[in-house]
Antibody, heavy 130, light 109 residues
């Protein structure tokens, strides 16, 4: 079955860029029918959607407007990986970062089906501190 | 932004009892694209319910979801020891397209 594994530095200095990778095994990230998402969970336990990416021929991304200026999500088909870059980090970005598969279909910008985030990685803790 | 408000914040119940968790949206949830997740300490959330009332394969039938529009409910009938956890609702639609509720903790009384 599909498994996701997040990786990246556990400590990032303020103002630097946080870079994480989600390696997908047991399935192709370009097979269609699924979006690949990043979500974070703050120490107070709240969950925040960061953004997602989809590729089946063309690549689509969407980001949380609150993070759009600082976030980029990309895919490496050859490595079957999804990456997250978050620039200009501050202590407010300290969180557990998860990647997840989103089962949904979008036709001409309209979501036709949404079956939730059905596969999650274990998460990776990122602390922003000098 | 479609804000999801979950209540109560904490539910203290005994094994075997029925748990009723509420999720209220600030705007109508498009096509009832509302999901429920369970999270245990040190673990990622696990999908239980999608489209408000459809149970994921392998999830016990004591978990059920209901509701539409802005009011949704997750019911756990006959709490088992492994059900004590935090539960989150999530919706898809609007901007940002995905938002989560603040969670309800179901704890042992």
């Amino acid at each position: 079955q599909v498994q996701l594994q997040e990786s990246g530095p556990g400590l990032v200095k303020p103002s630097q860029t946080l870079s994480l990778t989600c390696t997908v095994s047991g399935g192709s990230i370009s097979s269609g029918g699924y979006y690949w998402s990043w979500i974070r969970q703050f120490p107070g336990k709240g969950l925040e959607w960061i953004g997602y990416i989809y590729s089946s021929g063309t690549t689509e991304t969407d980001y949380n407007p609150s993070l759009r200026r600082r976030v980029t999500i990309s895919m490496d088909m050859s490595e079957n990986q999804v990456s997250l870059n978050l620039s200009s980090v501050s202590t407010a970005d300290t969180a557990v970062y998860y990647c997840a598969r989103v089962a949904m279909t979008v036709v001409r910008g309209v979501t036709r089906s949404f079956y939730g985030m059905d596969v999650w990685g274990h998460g990776t803790t990122v602390t922003v501190s000098s | 932004e479609n804000v999801l408000t979950q209540s109560p914040g904490t539910l203290s119940l005994s094994p075997g009892e029925r748990a009723t968790l509420s999720c209220r949206a600030s705007q109508s949830v498009t096509n009832n694209f509302l999901a429920w997740y369970q999270q245990k300490p040190g673990q990622a959330p696990r999908l239980l319910i999608y489209r408000a009332s459809s149970r994921v394969t392998g999830i016990p039938d004591r978990f059920s979801g209901s509701g539409s529009g802005t009011d949704f409910t997750l019911t756990i009938s006959g709490l088992q020891p492994e059900d004590f956890a935090v539960y989150y609702c999530q919706q898809h639609g609007g901007s940002p397209p995905i938002t989560f509720g603040g969670g309800t903790k179901v704890e042992i009384k």
